[in-house]
């Protein structure tokens, strides 16, 4: 097998990214009730005022603010979903409630517990009183013609929202990445089957397609891959149908590891094939046709962190996402802890009320899953260092829910 062509971690970031230029522009029509997680294909425009109508935004009475320091009659009351037409004379109010549409005669509301007093049938309203207090004017959030959501949005549960204000029931959205997840080696087997002491659980393709699941993605379960050529060779012209294929171990320089070599027979380009870091250093990245292939390490800590840092932003770009890229958050050091310089280092740990803590002092192997369960942080170094400080002000991108348990790997 060819040397690795090793390249720098950001040199990686932004290769991986090239791989995008042949994004999905496949889209389809989907209810709003299972868009939850979708990418929009095309702008939503607003198509009613938001609000719909000037309304109150508190219960009280509704005023000419130049009636400010009377003594009001009450003309009428207005419920939410009453439309009262213009009608107040000389020293009168409506009372009012939350959310009801406000006269077009008034043009403030007072609330019950600001005014200085009031019966069934009057009240007295302050002095001061700001002119357009609690009211909602219409379209003062958004106006009819204005874009509301952008094309390559993301759909969350506020996005479902502003659609339902609109009474946007379909939308049309890219449609999803098709993704096969599968594993090498002799030693794996199946989660359902039996393992003796001499083999393992095929971890990371659980893993792996957990991690998909969680930001979006349709991954599927592709089994596992034995240590053969030729039945590599044949497995893979098999899923060519699939826009990515990602595979963990096989990618090192081990004399078993013919995961290359199979691809290769297919047509495979490597865009990469080793990242000077750690974990993941035998990392690869390419193209086989129109598809994108990742294979990651077999280690299941280096294959994870792996597939969080190049592969999630790759397939959330493909996807049609225009925000692809995480954002960091600033965290204060609470232990010091050392690194190998010379290379980047990716860095687990727990981010908690503002500060990072490392786990473990830094002391565990990329073949471990307990660091990954009981960390929600990483962090990531420069090839220039050698140490982190107790207290240094560092960024960390947060790779899961922030935990409510800890224990164990991370010390007092």
Same mark, same amino acid.
């Given at each position: 097998m060819a040397k690795m062509t090793t390249v720098s971690f950001d040199e990686a970031i932004t290769l991986s990214l090239t791989l995008s230029s042949n994004r999905t522009k496949?889209?389809?029509?989907?209810? $709003?009730l299972h868009a939850l997680g979708r990418i929009l294909a095309e702008d939503i425009v607003c198509q009613k005022n938001l609000p719909s109508y000037n309304n109150a935004a508190m219960d009280g009475f509704a005023i000419k603010h130049s009636d400010c320091n009377k003594i009001l009659t009450i003309k009428k009351t207005i419920l939410a979903g009453n439309i009262v037409e213009a009608c107040l004379e000389k020293d009168e109010c409506y009372k009012i409630m939350t959310g009801a549409k406000v006269p077009d005669d008034v043009d403030t509301i007072v609330p019950f517990e600001d005014c200085l007093a009031y019966t069934e049938t009057t009240t007295h309203i302050p002095l001061h009183v700001t002119k357009g207090n609690a009211l909602r004017l219409k379209g003062e959030e958004q106006q009819?013609?204005?874009?509301?959501?952008?094309? *390559?949005?993301? &759909?969350?549960?506020?996005?479902?929202?502003?659609?339902?204000? #609109?009474? &946007? $029931?379909?939308?049309?959205?890219?449609?999803?990445?098709?993704?096969?997840?599968?594993?090498? +080696?002799?030693?794996? @087997? =199946?989660p359902w089957d039996s393992a003796n002491e001499n083999e393992i659980y095929d971890i990371n393709a659980t893993a792996l397609i957990a991690l998909f699941t969680e930001? *979006? !993605?349709?991954?599927?379960?592709? *089994?596992?891959?034995?240590?053969n050529l030729e039945k590599a060779t044949a497995y893979f012209e098999e899923m060519k149908a699939y826009n990515a294929l990602v595979t963990s171990g096989g990618?090192?320089?081990?004399?078993?590891?013919?995961?290359?070599?199979?691809?290769?027979? %297919?047509? !495979?380009?490597?865009?990469?094939?080793?990242?000077?870091?750690?974990? +993941?250093?035998?990392?690869m990245l390419g193209k086989m046709g129109k598809t994108i292939v990742a294979s990651l390490p077999g280690n299941p800590l280096a294959a994870y962190v792996n597939a969080f840092l190049f592969l999630i932003p790759l397939l959330k770009k493909l996807q049609g996402e225009k925000n692809f890229n995480?954002?960091?958050? #600033?965290?204060i050091n609470q232990e010091m802890f050392k690194v190998k310089? +010379?290379?980047? =280092?990716?860095?687990?740990?727990?981010?908690? %009320? +503002?500060? !990072?803590?490392?786990?473990?002092? %830094? @002391?565990?192997?990329?073949?471990?899953i307990t660091?990954?369960?009981?960390? %929600?942080?990483?962090?990531?170094?420069?090839?220039?260092?050698?140490?982190i400080e107790m207290g240094k002000k560092v960024n960390i991108f947060l790779f899961k829910p922030l935990l409510t348990e800890h224990q164990g790997l991370f010390k007092n």
């Amino acid at each position: 097998m060819a040397k690795m062509t090793t390249v720098s971690f950001d040199e990686a970031i932004t290769l991986s990214l090239t791989l995008s230029s042949n994004r999905t522009k496949d889209s389809e029509w989907v209810s $709003t009730l299972h868009a939850l997680g979708r990418i929009l294909a095309e702008d939503i425009v607003c198509q009613k005022n938001l609000p719909s109508y000037n309304n109150a935004a508190m219960d009280g009475f509704a005023i000419k603010h130049s009636d400010c320091n009377k003594i009001l009659t009450i003309k009428k009351t207005i419920l939410a979903g009453n439309i009262v037409e213009a009608c107040l004379e000389k020293d009168e109010c409506y009372k009012i409630m939350t959310g009801a549409k406000v006269p077009d005669d008034v043009d403030t509301i007072v609330p019950f517990e600001d005014c200085l007093a009031y019966t069934e049938t009057t009240t007295h309203i302050p002095l001061h009183v700001t002119k357009g207090n609690a009211l909602r004017l219409k379209g003062e959030e958004q106006q009819e013609g204005l874009i509301l959501l952008h094309e *390559g949005s993301y &759909i969350t549960s506020s996005t479902l929202a502003m659609l339902a204000s #609109q009474g &946007i $029931t379909h939308i049309k959205v890219y449609k999803k990445l098709s993704i096969a997840v599968f594993s090498t +080696g002799d030693e794996l @087997k =199946n989660p359902w089957d039996s393992a003796n002491e001499n083999e393992i659980y095929d971890i990371n393709a659980t893993a792996l397609i957990a991690l998909f699941t969680e930001y *979006g !993605f349709d991954a599927h379960y592709c *089994g596992v891959i034995p240590d053969n050529l030729e039945k590599a060779t044949a497995y893979f012209e098999e899923m060519k149908a699939y826009n990515a294929l990602v595979t963990s171990g096989g990618v090192s320089m081990g004399e078993a590891d013919y995961v290359e070599k199979a691809l290769q027979s %297919n047509g !495979f380009e490597a865009l990469f094939h080793g990242i000077n870091i750690k974990p +993941g250093k035998p990392t690869m990245l390419g193209k086989m046709g129109k598809t994108i292939v990742a294979s990651l390490p077999g280690n299941p800590l280096a294959a994870y962190v792996n597939a969080f840092l190049f592969l999630i932003p790759l397939l959330k770009k493909l996807q049609g996402e225009k925000n692809f890229n995480y954002q960091f958050i #600033q965290a204060i050091n609470q232990e010091m802890f050392k690194v190998k310089s +010379g290379r980047v =280092n990716l860095v687990l740990g727990l981010y908690e %009320n +503002g500060t !990072f803590k490392v786990c473990n002092s %830094n @002391k565990y192997g990329s073949g471990m899953i307990t660091p990954m369960h009981y960390s %929600n942080a990483l962090l990531i170094t420069t090839e220039e260092t050698a140490s982190i400080e107790m207290g240094k002000k560092v960024n960390i991108f947060l790779f899961k829910p922030l935990l409510t348990e800890h224990q164990g790997l991370f010390k007092n």
